[in-house]
Every structure is written in C-alpha cells, then in structure tokens.
C-alpha cells in the first residue's frame, strides 16, 4: 500500500469508522436493523485501546528493533491510575458507603495512601497515566540501553519487568485491591458510565487518540530521528561508529512508546470496567507482537490492523470454541512467520516498499553523519 494513501485512509477507517457506530447506536431505534448495540459499542472501543497498544510495540520493535514482551506493565500502568481516579469518584457509594474504596475498608485501612494523593482530580490522573510509565521506562531503558543489553537478553529482561510487577500488585498490602484490582466504576467527569452516550462518547475519544499518536509516530519515523533509529535497527555497531549514540535513541523511542500504551490502558479501564494484575501477565505482552506481526512490522497502520482482526478473532474464538483459542493464536503466529513475513499488509504493498528499501535508510544516516 502507497504511503500516501495508507495514512489518510487509515484515519477515515478508524476515526470515521468510530463516528459511524456511534451514530448508528445513539440515532437508530433498538429494534432497527441499522442499530449497533452498546455492547459492541464498548467492544470496538476496547479492541482501539489494544491497537494503540500495538502501535507502541511496533514502533519500538519496528523501527528500534528492540523486541519487547513487557509493553504490558505500561498499558496497565495507565489503567490503574484512570481506575485510582474512577475508585475515588464514588468514594461513599460503595458497599459500605465509607470515603475509602470498599476494598481498603474490607482490609481495615483508615486512611488513604500517600501515593492515592491527587487521583481525586482527572488532569492529575491522566498526567500519572502518562507519567508512571514513562518514567519506569526512562530508568529501565537508562540502565538497560547504557548497558548495551540487545536481543533475547533485553526480551527477556522486560518480560521479568512486567511478571515482578504482576507479583507485587497481587500483594494486598500494595493498595491496590490485591487480585480482584479496582473495579464496580460509576462515572467518569460527572458522566455515568452506564449511559449509551457515554460509550459512545469513549468510542470516539479512542478513535481520536490513536490517530493522533498514529500521526505523531509516523512523524517521528520518518524524520531524520526515525531514519537514524532505523539505522540503529539495521547496524547499530556502524551507527555508533559513525558518531551516533544509539542508546539516547533507544531510550526516546522506549519512553515515548510506554507513554502511548499508557494512554491506551487508561482509555481501556472505563470502557471495560476493572483493572487488575492479570493485565500484566506477559501473555499480554506477547500478544501484543503478534498483532504487530500479523499485521506488519515496521508500517504502523499494519499494527492497527492485526490488534483489530485478531482481536475480533479472539471474541469470536473465546465464545464459540474457548478450549481451541490458544491453539489458533499459536497457529497462526507459525503461519505469519513462515508465509507472512511482513504481515497482511505485505500483500498489497508494492515490493519497492519493503525490506530491500530499509538498508537504505542506513545509509542515509552514514550520509548525514559524514555531511
């Protein structure tokens, strides 16, 4: 697919898209054969937050190389600081109507942490979920790029990451409901979740945020930043031969991508109600490479695209046939591998555009580095 029709008609399908099944959902009567339920409403919204979450992961390991099976750990580091704010919004409405969440009162806590300071407000909630993944990127990505850890030894390495913190927020002396997480939300800016205008409302608000960080990551790859990056991808000994330092590089793309998997965690929690730690199992973050895989490593809408199709596949799976779902998502990240090395969106894209045009990405930095 040509790049200049790719990104435009990526917008009309996710954005537009969005608009549609809202407006088929709040403008059309239930029993109409034009009308788009609630359910499906929520369930779309979700599969956005999955696709911005692939969007980060393919922006670290499409362009930076850098395989990541932990990107989980800052989607959900997102969600639960939008759950901390939802919790505290219906503080006195829980079931034992006290001013801390039901779960602290369960635990005999008699006041709230000093790190729950704050989530009562929505611009401080939202700036936590962009800031705590960030900043954990920034000192993971400091020790580990500085360190010159590359390969399976960093996949691995992130891998750890999010298990230690799956281990730790299952802790109920973490405050933050130990196993069963933060759920039973109400309302989110004096708006109850409940509402169908609402969901639609959260619809559109996704849509509108993964293609505002869709822009904003094709921008960055392919200014003079990304074409080094994919440099540092190709050959790293040689970029930094060159007089560049692949490590600062690195560390910018790791920490604006946990930043953009943030924000999906956060838009992700209200839309599906609960945050708990399975959503740090590395599963998840495994999952999240193959979207990108199935999709199209190293295109960006290829990422939105397999987030999307296999999602919608999963659903489909988990309800009809749940006991064969794990068996067909193993199927067919083998297929992708040995028959779709660049994903679906290698089939129409014209071959000039694949891999053989990545070399010279490298040597346009080794251009700029002697110029």
Known sequence: ???????????????????????????????????????????????LCFAILA??????????????????????????AMGMYLMLQIAGRGQYGAALPDFMVFLNWHELPWYWYGFAHFPFALLMAMLAPGALAVLFGWLAFRSR????????????????LLLAFFRNDMGFGGNN???????????????????????????????GLYLMARWLTHSRFGKVLIAVRDTEARTRFLGYRPENYKLVVWTVSAVMAGLGGALYVPQVGIINPGEFAPAGSIEAVIWVAVGGRGTLYGAILG???????????????????????????????????????????????TEPAVPTLAESASEEAVG
């Not at 809202?22 to 109409?32: C, F, K, R």
């Open 149 to 164: 850890v590359t390969g399976v030894y960093l996949s691995i390495i992130t891998q750890a990451l999010t298990y230690a």
């Open 1 to 47: 697919m040509r790049r200049d029709v790719a990104t435009p008609l990526t917008l009309l399908l996710v954005l537009g898209g969005a608009v549609l099944l809202a407006g088929l959902n709040l403008g059309t009567a239930p029993g109409s054969a034009l009308h788009v339920p609630t359910y499906a409403v929520s369930l779309v919204g979700k599969y």
């Open 55 to 80: 969007l980060a992961v393919d922006l670290v390991w499409g362009f930076g190389g850098i395989l990541s099976l932990g990107h989980a750990a800052f989607f959900a580091l997102g969600g639960y």
């Open 181 to 211: 997480g933060l759920t039973d939300f109400k309302e989110l800016l004096g708006a109850p979740l409940a509402w169908d205008s609402t969901r639609c409302g959260l619809l559109v608000i996704t849509a509108a945020l993964l293609c």
């Open 307 to 353: 987030a999307v199709l296999v999602n919608a596949v999963k659903t489909y799976l988990t309800g009809a046939y749940p006991e064969l779902w794990l068996f067909a998502l193993g199927a067919l990240f083998i297929a992708v591998t040995l028959f779709l090395p660049r994903g679906l969106v290698g089939l129409v894209r014209a071959p000039k555009r």
